[in-house]
């Protein structure tokens, strides 16, 4: 009985992964040839197209999709036997663990990330990269990076997501401001605003758009900007507001002349979570990553807890799951 070559299924991840005989070739640091007679005989073992062309682009087929479902999890499990995955010891591993997250995440998680990690697992590393509003979670569907870390409600299935904590929403101005010392829903309508803005559909910056269209508030948007570290030094020279996480607001009133006020309407909570492959479940040195993740941030959570009555607002809460769960 002859078998069909088990490579040839490392051919079909790459292939429905880069769309691109090109990419693979380079992916696999193989000839284009090559893999031109890979994708040849995939398409005489599986007998369909495998990859057809759609505009400038080659996509699978629907059988090619089937086969990759199901033959994905053992090449993963595969993967992980390959790295050392089983008898994981995180105080020998060198992995580099690799994050999607906005500037916001950046700025609150990552540096007491990066010190668990260098004090629990000194060899590893980080590498962080800016979320793309236009890709959104393809770089995790991809498996391009480990996991990403924001606000997402709109996953794909292929994806599990973990709830890490949620985050009240509060008003910011400068020292001074003409409504710092009467904030009204009123103010909200009146005074323009500094707004935060993604282009990506499910964004927070929409949600909260929505609540606000919903309670009759129209505010002015003279400037628009896709980071909130942006916005501290132009609030301090304007008499613009901003609606940003209360994390961030503390953070910035402690070391810029600027006030905090709770939002006068009901505002949708700002709601954190991980996204990761399904196939990174019963990864050992992946499981043990994310956990990391989430005990960072409900370290975090505990922390501002114990200041929450050195400000004007909620406190962003942590509510980890005791398991993690189907987008």
């Known amino acids: 009985m002859s078998y069909p070559d088990l490579n040839l299924l490392i ?66 499990m595969w993967t992980r036997l390959a790295e050392g995955g089983l008898g994981f010891d995180p105080t020998t591993t060198s992995r580099v663990y690799s994050v999607l997250a906005s500037d916001y995440i950046q700025f609150l998680l990552v540096p007491s990330l990066a010190a668990r990690l260098a004090q629990l ?80 559909q499910g964004s927070y910056s929409e949600t909260l758009e929505r609540a606000l269209a919903a309670q009759g508030i129209r505010r002015q948007a003279p400037l628009t900007v896709p980071s909130y570290l942006a916005v501290p030094q132009i609030l301090l020279s304007t008499d613009y507001l901003a609606l940003l996480p209360a994390s961030l607001a503390l953070a910035f009133s402690k070391q810029l002349a600027l006030c905090i006020r709770a939002s006068p ?7 954190v979570s991980i996204l990761y492959h399904t196939s990174y479940q019963e990864d050992e040195a992946h499981h043990w990553f994310r956990e990391r993740v989430a005990d960072t941030a409900a370290g975090l959570a505990a922390l501002q807890g114990s200041q929450s009555d050195k400000r004007p607002a909620g406190r962003p809460s942590t509510r980890a799951k005791s398991a993690d769960r189907q987008a």
């Not at 005989?21 to 040849?40: E, H, I, Y």
């Not at 309407?265 to 709601?271: C, V």
């Open 121 to 200: 697992a000194p060899m590893a590393g980080l590498r962080v990269i800016p979320s793309n509003p236009y890709r959104r979670l393809q770089m995790v569907v991809e498996r391009e990076v480990d996991l990403a870390i924001g606000y997402y409600h709109e996953a794909p299935e292929e994806l599990r997501t973990r709830r890490l904590f949620d985050e009240d929403i509060v008003c910011v101005m400068r020292q001074g401001h003409p409504a710092a010392n009467n904030f009204s829903a009123e103010s909200l309508a009146r005074y323009g605003h500094v707004v935060i803005t993604s282009v990506s």
């Open 11 to 76: 051919y079909l991840h790459l292939l429905i992964k880069h769309g691109s005989v090109t990419k693979v070739a380079k992916a696999l640091d193989v000839s284009q040839p090559g893999v031109s007679a890979a994708l040849r005989r995939l398409r005489a073992v599986l007998q369909d197209q495998v990859l057809v062309r759609a505009g400038g682009r080659m996509v699978p087929t629907a059988k090619a999709l089937a086969v990759h479902a199901q033959a994905e999890p053992a090449l993963a």
């Open 265 to 271: 309407i009901p505002l949708p909570a700002l709601d």
